[in-house]
Structure formats: C-alpha cells, structure tokens
C-alpha cells in the first residue's frame, strides 16, 4: 500500500532539477589519534540539487555518517570546499553554522535521538526555539508536522510510551518542523521492520515531492533504488 | 524557551531521586550556612532595634594619637566634654546623643549577686535611640541637672531583681553599689551585640561615678549623630572633621601625640576602623572576607562541579540533538547555567526553611540576650544573589562544557 503510494509520488514528481543545494569540493576528513591517523572520506565531490532524493551506501565503517555529518554541518571537514544553496561554509562561525542548521537543514537519525524528557510536541518544538517564533507558533506548527506524520494524536504522549516506527515519525516531524529545505537522514528505517521503513521512506518521498531535497545513508539496496540517485562509497572514496 | 529548559531541568531531577537528593543536600546545607551568616550580619550591622536609625547614624567612638613618623599611637573613647564641645555642637546633625561604653557593676538581692552592666547616658540618647519602654518613661533634663538618682533598666533585670510576679517597678528603687536608684522606666534590652546602646541599667550621665567631667580629650564617652536623612551623612562628616580640624594642638594633651585622628563613621566604617587603619588594610580585610566567603560557596560548588561535569554524557545525545536543529553553544551554555540555577532555587528554598528553623533556635537559646536575627528584605535579597552566585559559580563550567561538545560526537553516545 505504502510502496504504492510512493511510486505513484515518484512519477509526479519534477524530474528538472535546478542549481546545487548541496555542493562538495575535494573533500577529505581524517581523524588523529595520538598514535593513528584514519583517512574516512578521501577527495569526495557531489553535487545534491535543489529537489534531487539521493542514498548513500556502502559497508560499514567506509564514511557513511562521517559524509552526512559533514553535508549536515556537524562535524568539520579537515580539508575541501562545502556549499550548502550556494553559501561557502568554511568561515562561518559557531552561531551562523547554528542558525544555517537551524533554517536549512533537519536529521533523522537511525536511533531517533528523541529527548526521553520532553513530550511529542515539546520535541518537535526543539528547531523553533532557536527560531524569534512566539510559544503559539511553536504550538501550532509542531502540531501541523505531527499532523503531517499521522502522530496529531500523541502529542502529550512522551518517547518511552511509543513504538520503533512512531518515534521515527516523531524524528520527521521535528525535522520539518521548520521547514528546512534538505532534510538528512541516517538510516532512517535501520531500526525498524520493513513494513514501517516502507511506511517512513514513503512519508520522505511525498516531503522530496514537495521539493525538498534529501539525502539519505541506508544499508537497504531496496530502499535506496527508490530514491533518484545512488551514490556508493568504500573506505571513504567515492566509487559510483 | 525559558519553560522548556526548567520542564527538562525538573525531569533531570526527577530522573535519579538519590543523585537528586545529594546535590539539594549539599546546596541546602552551603544555602543554609551563607543565609545564617548573612542574618547575623544583618544583626550585626544592620539597622534593628534600638538602633533603627543606623542608616542615618554616625558613631563617634574612637579618637586615635600619633606622631607623624606612626612610631607611637594611643588610642580610645572621648571625653564627655570633647563630644560636647566638638559634636553636641553640629549643626547639620538632628541629634547627638552621649553616652559612655559600657561597664560593670553589681546588684544584690536576698543576698544573691546579680552582675550587671551599666550605661550613662545623656537625655538625646532616648530619642536618637529607639528603646521601646515597657513602663515609664526615660529621664528628662530635670533629673540631669538635679543628678536625681534615676535609672532606667531592662525588662531582664527587672524580673530578676524584683521578679516576674511585681505588676509595676516603676518607683522601686534598685541598689546598685550600695547606692540606691529609682527606677524611671523600664526598655525591653537591647542585644550585647549593639554594644552602645547595650546595659542592663542606664543613668543620666550626672549619676555617681560616670566620670563625665574628666577634663581632656579622652575619656569613657561615646557619641552617635543622627543626620535629618541618610544623604546628609557627608555634610555631618564634613562639618565634624571642620571641628576637629580647629582643635588647637594644645589641646592634645600628650607632647608625644601631633596627630590627631577621629571620625564620625557609619556604623560599618566605624567596625572596619577598628580594624583597619588604611585604605590597603581595608582592601586586604575585604580580601579576606571574600575569600572565606568564596571557600564556603566555592568548595561545595566545586564538588558540584565535578558531579555535574561527570554526568555530562548523560545529557550528550540531548546536547547533540539542539546543536543539530541549531541551538547555538551560547544558547546552550544558558541553558546549563539556568538549569543549575533553577536548582539552586530550590535548594535555596529549603535553606531559606532551614534557616528560619536555625535563627529560630538562636533567637530562643539564649546564646545573645535579645537576639533578633531575622529574614527581612535585605537579608532575603542576598540570599536570593547568594543563589545565583552560587548557582553561577558551580554551573558555568560545566555549561562551558557540556556547550562545547561536538555534535557527532555527542549524538554517538
């Protein structure tokens, strides 16, 4: 049902992409520890366009994460050229690298990364509170996200009383809370059964029809030959 | 956002009752100490009864002589006649009162000795002063100047020299050295701890044995000047030192001596005086003061510190998390510091309890006759910046770095 749902969102959707959302030029990142030096991503180069639904696979430990984590400003490259919709990010400081996650981007992460603490909708609310947003705009547009994931009706509830898929769907609705325009998710569906991934990658493919751009690392070959590009790493160098 | 950070402080606490319970003991007990301290000193230095005027009060107790090469000093209380010719004479005072430090005398009653402490005064002491009288009144110019054997005592003495079942003493005399005295009025006591206004049995200054009539500068006297308002505190001064500064130099008395020093102090620079002779005495006395103050508040925020830092990896995911959807450090660095804050408050809501409980306790021991430390205004507002430096001081660094983990690496935890 779901998988039908998306392929039927897929074929409306644009197939023109326009200019560069997402822009890497040579970059590499090592970590050093006192005795070892690992190279995790080597030379890497990708263009994401505006719109453009793009996996990224590969084994374990080949740079993955450490690729998305850098796309998503996380963590630093140690050397190379990052754009994210056409702004260089090298000398920005710790508040403009802040308030540039805060607008553009959201995460989905594998293990949810939900605050056990907070309610449903206090958890959604997170991106906002960085935002000038009134505690009524908040309110409101943490409850049209949950509305969007079909969770309108756990708001109060808090992340230890749902399930696997509904947590993850928690984790979606705090990502486009703020209407960001590349969402990044690591493994979104690497905990769940397959039925609730289908459920979780159809919910990003309607998002990506909508127009925002996405990338996602998955291990699941299925999954990723659903989205429109596939790109492939081994031991940090791009290979496909 | 202010919300959102204390639903998540609270849900912090209520996460590990016992680490919880730990951290509150500790801020509880360090809240506890620095409140009763500051009570005390609000007892101390304060304006409380009979002393209600003190911020508008100027104490002239202590004249000090030396030479100029500092090598030789004396130093003590005035003559009764250097107060009156040099401070009885201000003219932007409203009143001067008189009075001398107190002594020592006894009392006997059914053969029992009562010790005593005795204090002269001048008529103004009763109006500069705030004494409630319990009955009767105080002496007047008439009893001056007739040296009339009046006295005025405690309700203290009373009940333990007439005891507690006499309906009234006024008009009972009291024998005090052999010298028998009319009671006059009685005053609820003033605490040991306001040493001028401070006796079990106050005279007029005419009465037997004050030595009010010792010729020269020094003497047993003692002077407090009220200003019309605290802001005219610095015209008094002034006018005094313009007093002090025509004393001709035979009057000095002693050849030794060609310095003459003496002040007419607040309450407080008259305590640090006796302390403290210079403006680097002052700042190596306030040196002191802070550092005590801050072993008391930083050792318990220092071990704070530490349980605070070594749980910073409990909240990781939480601070990787904000940082992703872009909670800048500076934004979290508050959040830390209000957190810690808020916890604070309400370890210092059991300390504002447990102090009330604590000064109840020395209030009624006895430990200070009349003692009457309190939580007033003053006492309660820096108890409240009390809690927010310690809340500050034990909360910033582990703020600082719990701000400054890195994402990837705090979402990995």
């Known amino acids: 049902m779901v998988h039908g749902l998306s392929s039927m969102v897929k074929k409306q959707k644009r197939t023109t992409y326009q200019h560069a959302m997402i822009k890497l030029q040579n970059v590499e990142k090592v970590y050093r520890t006192s005795s070892i030096e690992t190279l995790a991503l080597n030379n890497i180069n990708l263009d994401v366009k505006k719109g453009e639904f793009v996996s990224i696979m590969g084994p374990s430990g080949c740079g993955k994460s450490t690729l998305l984590n850098i796309i998503g400003l996380l963590d630093a490259p140690s050397k190379g050229h990052i754009e994210i919709d056409g702004s260089p990010v090298e000398r920005y400081t710790d508040k403009h690298l802040a308030e540039l996650r805060n607008r553009k981007l959201g995460f989905i992460f594998q293990s949810f990364h939900l605050i056990n603490d907070l309610s449903v909708i206090d958890n959604v609310e997170i991106p906002l509170l960085y935002r000038n947003s009134s505690a009524k705009q908040r309110r409101d547009a943490a409850q049209e996200a949950l509305e969007k994931v079909g969770l309108s009706n756990r708001m109060k509830h808090f992340p230890k009383q749902l399930s696997g898929g509904q947590k993850q769907r928690v984790a979606i609705a705090r990502a486009i809370v703020g209407n960001p325009e590349i969402i990044l998710a690591d493994e979104p569906t690497g905990n769940l059964d397959s039925a609730m991934g289908n459920e979780i990658l159809g919910i990003l493919q309607k998002l990506n029809s909508n127009g925002t751009t996405i990338v996602m690392v998955t291990h699941d070959e299925a999954m990723a030959k659903k989205t429109d590009r596939l790109i492939r790493l081994f031991d940090g160098v791009q290979v496909s | 956002m202010l919300t959102n950070y204390i639903k998540i402080a609270w849900k912090v606490l209520l996460r590990h009752p016992f680490y919880t319970f730990i951290t509150l003991f500790g801020i509880t007990l360090t809240l506890t100490v620095l409140m009763v301290v500051t009570s005390f000193l609000d007892h101390l230095f304060g304006a409380h009864y009979p002393e209600t005027n003190r911020d508008r009060s100027l104490y002239i107790a202590t004249i000090i002589q030396t030479d100029s090469a500092n090598t030789t000093m004396s130093s003590g209380p005035a003559s009764f006649d250097f107060l009156k010719k040099y401070a009885k004479t201000l003219k932007t005072a409203e009143r001067v009162a008189v009075m001398n430090n107190f002594g020592f005398s006894n009392a006997y009653v059914n053969g029992k000795r009562i010790k005593l402490n005795t204090k002269y005064t001048d008529v103004e002491f009763w109006s500069v002063t705030d004494f409630d009288f319990l009955e009767g009144k105080p002496y007047d110019e008439t009893n001056l100047r007739n040296a009339d054997h009046v006295a005025v005592i405690t309700d203290a003495l009373r009940d333990q020299y007439f005891g ?250």
């Open chain 2, 164 to 413: 507690k079942d006499t309906e009234t003493v006024v008009g009972k005399t009291i024998d005090i050295e052999n010298i028998n005295y009319r009671v006059i009025g009685v005053v609820k006591g003033s605490p040991p701890t306001r040493v001028y206004t401070y006796s079990d049995v106050y005279f007029p200054y005419t009465a037997p044995k004050s030595n009010y009539e010792e010729k020269g500068m020094r003497g047993r006297f003692v002077a407090i000047v009220l200003a019309r308002k605290p802001a005219d505190i610095p015209a008094v001064q002034a006018e005094f030192d313009s007093h002090v500064a025509r004393i001709p130099r035979s009057d000095y008395g002693d050849n030794r001596y060609n310095i003459l020093i003496v002040k007419a102090d607040t309450y407080f620079d008259h305590f640090l005086n006796t302390f403290t002779r210079s403006e680097k005495d002052r700042v190596t006395f306030y040196a002191i003061v802070g550092l005590v103050l801050l072993m008391i508040m930083g050792l318990p925020a220092v071990n704070l510190v530490n349980v605070n830092v070594s749980r910073i990896l409990e909240r990781a995911s939480e601070i990787g998390v904000r940082k992703a959807f872009g909670a800048p450090s500076k934004a979290l660095l508050w959040q830390f510091i209000i957190e810690n804050i808020f916890i604070t408050f309400i370890g210092g809501s059991f300390a504002l309890l447990l102090t009330l409980i604590v000064i109840h306790f020395i209030n009624a021991s006895g430990w200070i006759a009349y003692a009457d430390l309190t939580i007033n205004l003053p006492v309660f507002l820096t108890s409240i910046l009390v809690c927010l430096v310690f809340g500050l001081l034990s909360g910033v660094l582990p703020a600082f770095r719990m701000s400054r983990l890195k994402i990837a690496e705090a979402l990995k935890v």
